[in-house]
């Protein structure tokens, strides 16, 4: 119920088609010539051809297979090899889209989408921001249990751990969490060997588990 970061702008250039999956639902991302990116259903109404590997015509993306052609709300706008085209019946489901921040985003829920959250922080010229794309393919929240999962830091990451001067910082780390009354986690793994003191700090949202 909130919107979702779907692709990295700077990845999607003017007339490009890519298939997206989101929220366990598979759809269509294009950027029309104007610029301006549209998120629709996966495959055309017709013979079920997946949209992406067809061709954006202006604002509209036209499928591969016969040529049935679709605009940024899912409406089908053009049937060539109809006799009697009955293009205003046909609409397969779009999402509203907006950009931000180097980021594009779609809205998934139903109803009208509440507003986009503003940093005018970032927006500041003196900011450079360098966006990127990591795809985890796993349930939101096994990777949320796994981030507050600390004791694993330096059994699987063990090629990063801290050094102090020369020394590696081994043994078991002091693990401590707290939940706010915000839903927010706070760990903290300490470490001491010597005078030498490794101090780590994490802090995560916890989401609600209903709705999207």
């Not at 119920?1 to 759809?27: K, N, T, Y």
């Not at 989408?113 to 990127?132: A, G, N, Q």
């Not at 330096?154 to 707290?178: K, L, N, Q, Y």
Request: charged share 25%; with cysteine; net charge neutral.
């Amino acid at each position: 119920m909130f919107w979702q970061p779907v692709f990295c702008s700077h990845e999607l250039g003017p007339g490009r088609a890519v298939p997206i999956r989101i929220l366990e639902e598979d759809l269509t991302l294009y950027r029309g010539d104007s610029g301006f990116p549209h998120v629709i259903g996966f495959r055309c109404a017709h013979r079920r051809t997946q949209l992406s590997i067809g061709w954006v015509e202006g604002d509209c993306l036209r499928c591969f297979y016969h040529g049935w052609k679709y605009d940024g709300s899912g409406q089908c706008v053009e049937q060539p090899a109809e006799p009697k085209p009955f293009a205003d019946k046909v609409r397969i489901p779009s999402y509203p889209v907006t950009e931000y921040l180097g980021l594009i985003f779609a809205y998934l829920g139903k109803g009208n989408p509440p507003p986009l959250p503003r940093y005018p922080k970032l927006e500041s010229s003196d900011i450079s921001l360098d966006v990127v794309r990591l795809d985890r393919i796993c349930n939101y929240f096994n990777n949320i249990d796994n981030s507050l999962d600390n004791a694993h830091v330096r059994f699987v990451h063990g090629r990063h751990r801290e050094t102090a001067g020369d020394e590696i910082v081994r043994g078991d780390p002091m693990i401590s969490v707290a939940e706010s009354e915000w839903h927010q986690a706070r760990s903290k793994i300490s470490q001491r060997k010597g005078d030498h003191r490794l101090l780590w700090h994490a802090q995560y949202q916890l989401p609600e588990r209903s709705g999207r």
